[in-house]
C-alpha cells in the first residue's frame, strides 16, 4: 500500500505582464476610445461624460492603483496604429486574432516561469478561462523542450475566476494517485476581451476591474521537501452553486471575443449566502466555525471592492484578516484565476501571517460559484 501523503502548495513564481498601467491612464485610454470608435474628438464632452461614468460604475485609482496587460495598444492613443484594437476603422477584434495573440505570449510566459529549469517537471496542470488554443501553450512548451513524453498536462479551462482551488483540489488528488509532484500554471489575458464598443453599465465595471496575470506553484507532498521553506498543507476544500444564481455570471464565446456578464446583484448573494455555506462545510469537517472566524486570515478573490467589503462585514471580519486581498487587488486589479494565487504568495512570504496559521479562501465564478479551502501555514 502507498503511504498517506500530506499534500502541501509551495514554489509560487510570479511573471509580471509586459506592460503596467496605472489605473488613471487605463480608464483615459477607455474613456477616449470610445469617442474615436463613435467618431467624435477625445477632448469631447463625451470623454468627460464616460471619466464620471467610469468613477461611477467601476474602480477609480483609489481602489486598483494599477494592472498588468500584455497589449501594447493600451499605452498609446495613436488611434491609427493599433496593433489588435481597430477601432479608428470601427472594426471589432475578430476571436481568432484574439487566440494568436494568446497563444504567442502565453508561450512566451512559459519560457519566463521556466526560465531556471524544467528538470523536476513531472505532472502540469494548465488553468485559463481566457484562451482556447489546441494544441495548448502548454503542450507545445513541453514539446519544444523535450519533455512531452515524460510530462502529462492536465488542461483546466474556462472555469472562470475560481479556477485555482479546482486546480488545488485535481492536484492534491492526481500527487495522492501518482505520488508526482504537481505543477500549477496560471495564464489570464484578461484584458484580450475587453470590448471597448460596448460603454453598458456592466461593461465600465468589466474594463475599469480586469487585468493579466501570470503565476505557477506545486503541490506535493510535505515529506517531500527538499528544504526548511514556507508552504501551505491543504486541510480541506468545497465547493457549491448559490440557489438561484445562474443568470447573474457568466462567461462565454461570442462571435468577436469572450463575453462576460455580471450582475448588480452578485454581492448581495454572494453576502446572503457564504457565512451559511462556510458554516455547513466546517461543521461536516468537524471544525469550529466561530473560532476560525475570529483567529483565521481571509483570502478573499477580489472580484471587486464590494465583494472583500461586504464579506469583511457580512463575516465580521478584522481589517487584518482580510489585508492581502485588498492589497493584492490595489496592485494588480483582478487577474480572474490566478489572482486567489497570488494573495496566497504574499501571505505565504508575509512576516504578518505567523507559522500555523490558518487561511480560509474564498473565490467566486460564473454560476454563481461559491468555492473554499482551509489551508494552514507551515515552515
Given at each position: 500500500m502507498s503511504r498517506q501523503l500530506t499534500p502541501i502548495i509551495h514554489h509560487f513564481q510570479t511573471v509580471r505582464p509586459r506592460f503596467l498601467l496605472k489605473q488613471s491612464e487605463s480608464l483615459d485610454w477607455l474613456s477616449k476610445s470610445h469617442c474615436i470608435i463613435n467618431k467624435e474628438k477625445t477632448d469631447s464632452i463625451e470623454t468627460l461624460h464616460l471619466k464620471r461614468r467610469y468613477s461611477h460604475?467601476?474602480?477609480?485609482?483609489?481602489?486598483?492603483?494599477?494592472?498588468?496587460?500584455?497589449?501594447?495598444?493600451?499605452?498609446?492613443?495613436?488611434?491609427?496604429?493599433?496593433?489588435?484594437?481597430?477601432?479608428?476603422?470601427?472594426?471589432?477584434?475578430?476571436?481568432?486574432?484574439?487566440?494568436?495573440?494568446?497563444?504567442?505570449?502565453?508561450?512566451?510566459?512559459?519560457?519566463?516561469?521556466?526560465?531556471?529549469?524544467?528538470?523536476?517537471?513531472?505532472?502540469?496542470?494548465?488553468?485559463?478561462?481566457?484562451?482556447?488554443?489546441?494544441?495548448?501553450?502548454?503542450?507545445?512548451?513541453?514539446?519544444?523542450?523535450?519533455?512531452g513524453e515524460v510530462c502529462d498536462v492536465l488542461h483546466l479551462y474556462h472555469m472562470g475566476c475560481y479556477a485555482s482551488l479546482p486546480a488545488i483540489k485535481t492536484a492534491k488528488a492526481l500527487h495522492r494517485?501518482?505520488?508526482?509532484?504537481?505543477?500549477?500554471?496560471?495564464?489570464?489575458?484578461?484584458?484580450?476581451?475587453?470590448?471597448?464598443?460596448?460603454?453598458?453599465?456592466?461593461q465600465l465595471v468589466i474594463h475599469s476591474l480586469f487585468s493579466d496575470g501570470h503565476i505557477k506553484y506545486t503541490v506535493e507532498s510535505k515529506d517531500d521537501k527538499a528544504k526548511k521553506e514556507p508552504a501551505f498543507e491543504i486541510l480541506a476544500l468545497n465547493e457549491s452553486l448559490i440557489p438561484e444564481s445562474s443568470q447573474?455570471?457568466?462567461?462565454?464565446?461570442?462571435?468577436?471575443?469572450?463575453?462576460?456578464?455580471?450582475?448588480?446583484?452578485?454581492?448581495?448573494?454572494?453576502?446572503?449566502?457564504?457565512?451559511?455555506?462556510?458554516?455547513?462545510?466546517?461543521?461536516?469537517?468537524?471544525l469550529n466555525w466561530e473560532k476560525i472566524k475570529k483567529e483565521a486570515f481571509f483570502a478573499i478573490h477580489p472580484g471587486g471592492p464590494k465583494i472583500?467589503?461586504?464579506?469583511?462585514?457580512?463575516?465580521?471580519?478584522?481589517?487584518?484578516?482580510?489585508?492581502?486581498?485588498?492589497?493584492?487587488?490595489?496592485?494588480?486589479?483582478?487577474?480572474?484565476?490566478?489572482?486567489?494565487?497570488?494573495?496566497?504568495?504574499k501571505m505565504l512570504n508575509s512576516d504578518e501571517v505567523p507559522n500555523d496559521s490558518l487561511i480560509v479562501s474564498l473565490a467566486f465564478g460564473p454560476g454563481l460559484t461559491l468555492h473554499a479551502s482551509l489551508f494552514k501555514k507551515i515552515t
Open positions: 460604475y467601476g474602480c477609480s485609482e483609489k481602489r486598483i492603483l494599477e494592472r498588468g496587460t500584455e497589449i501594447e495598444d493600451f499605452t498609446h492613443q495613436q488611434w491609427s496604429k493599433m496593433s489588435l484594437f481597430n477601432l479608428s476603422e470601427g472594426r471589432q477584434t475578430k476571436l481568432d486574432a484574439r487566440m494568436d495573440f494568446y497563444k504567442k505570449h502565453v508561450t512566451r510566459s512559459f519560457s519566463e516561469l521556466f526560465e531556471s529549469s524544467t528538470k523536476d517537471l513531472e505532472y502540469l496542470i494548465h488553468v485559463t478561462c481566457t484562451g482556447y488554443v489546441s494544441p495548448s501553450p502548454a503542450q507545445e512548451f513541453l514539446t519544444n523542450r523535450g519533455l494517485d501518482t505520488q508526482k509532484k504537481i505543477t500549477i500554471v496560471h495564464n489570464e489575458l484578461c484584458t484580450l476581451h475587453f470590448n471597448p464598443w460596448d460603454s453598458s453599465p456592466q447573474d455570471m457568466s462567461w462565454r464565446c461570442g462571435e468577436d471575443g469572450f463575453i462576460m456578464s455580471l450582475s448588480p446583484l452578485v454581492p448581495q448573494k454572494f453576502n446572503h449566502y457564504v457565512e451559511t455555506f462556510l458554516r455547513n462545510w466546517l461543521k461536516n469537517e468537524n472583500i467589503d461586504n464579506i469583511q462585514e457580512s463575516l465580521n471580519l478584522e481589517t487584518w484578516q482580510i489585508s492581502h486581498s485588498s492589497r493584492v487587488l490595489y496592485r494588480f486589479g483582478n487577474m480572474s484565476s490566478a489572482t486567489l494565487p497570488h494573495i496566497w504568495e
